[in-house]
């Protein structure tokens, strides 16, 4: 069974730019969720989609957003890049999307803002 | 404000030298505790759920326990390949998302097991 995949794995762009990241999750599992993780902060709550809708979302700027499409799916979109938006973006999908369901993670797509 | 503080930040120990991890937590009545296990260049692999103080899991060399302020990754008898950063995330039971995301994580412990 293929796990969680992530596109692209390594992602250079400028300060300004918007980028775009792709999640595709384990077969039948419907609840999609992001996260950052840096050095410093650690993991970082990002959202979590169930069903195409946003079920939650953390303490980021609205320059971070997502989407679900229904084949589950997801896109995360950063518009106008900021130098500390450089991080490893973590992708987690779940079965059921209740806590019983536990996460599994994609490898991630490294992002570098120069 | 959540928080999750583990310790330590790294410890090295040499194969077949049982020790402990710690999580220590703050949150705003308990959902769920859960450990990850994260090795380099790649997303955390999930070990285990806890949902209330006294409960215990096991898995192969790893015992989770939880109390109502922190929780132990026990590991007995490590070997090279249980090298890995361990995390733990809390999830509080006033969230209001309904699956087990929305996770605050701790800064996690680097493991390494020499041989």
């Known amino acids: 069974k293929a796990g969680v995949t992530q596109t692209p794995r390594y992602l250079i762009k400028t300060r300004g730019q918007q980028v775009t990241l792709s999640c595709s999750p384990i077969?039948?599992?419907?609840?999609v969720s992001w996260y950052q993780q840096t050095p410093g902060q650690g993991l970082q709550f990002l959202f979590e989609y169930f069903s195409e809708t946003q079920r939650n979302k953390g303490n980021f700027p609205g320059r971070f957003s997502g989407r679900q499409f229904s084949n589950s799916r997801s896109e995360m979109n950063v518009s106008t890049l900021e130098l500390g938006d450089s991080a490893l973006y973590l992708c987690?999908?779940?079965?059921?999307?209740?806590?019983?369901?536990?996460?599994?993670f994609g490898n991630g797509t490294r992002l570098t803002v120069t | 404000e959540d928080q999750v503080t583990q310790s330590p930040e790294a410890l090295r120990l040499q194969e077949g030298e049982s020790s402990s991890l710690n999580c220590s937590y703050t949150?705003?009545?308990?959902?769920?505790l859960f450990w990850y296990r994260q090795d380099p260049g790649k997303g955390p692999e999930f070990l285990f759920t806890?949902?209330?103080a006294g409960e215990e899991k096991e898995k192969e060399r790893l015992k989770a326990t939880l109390t109502k302020k922190e929780s132990f990754l026990h590991i007995t008898a490590p070997k090279p390949e249980d090298s890995a950063t361990y995390l733990c995330?809390?999830?509080?039971?006033?969230?209001?998302?309904?699956?087990?995301?929305?996770?605050?994580f701790g800064k996690g412990t680097h493991l390494i097991i020499q041989p």
């Open positions: 077969s039948g599992h419907r609840s």
């Open positions: 995330a809390v999830q509080p039971l006033l969230y209001s998302g309904g699956g087990a995301d929305g996770l605050t």
């Open positions: 949150v705003s009545g308990l959902r769920g």
């Open positions: 987690a999908s779940s079965l059921t999307g209740s806590i019983n369901s536990p996460l599994h």
């Open positions: 806890l949902y209330s």
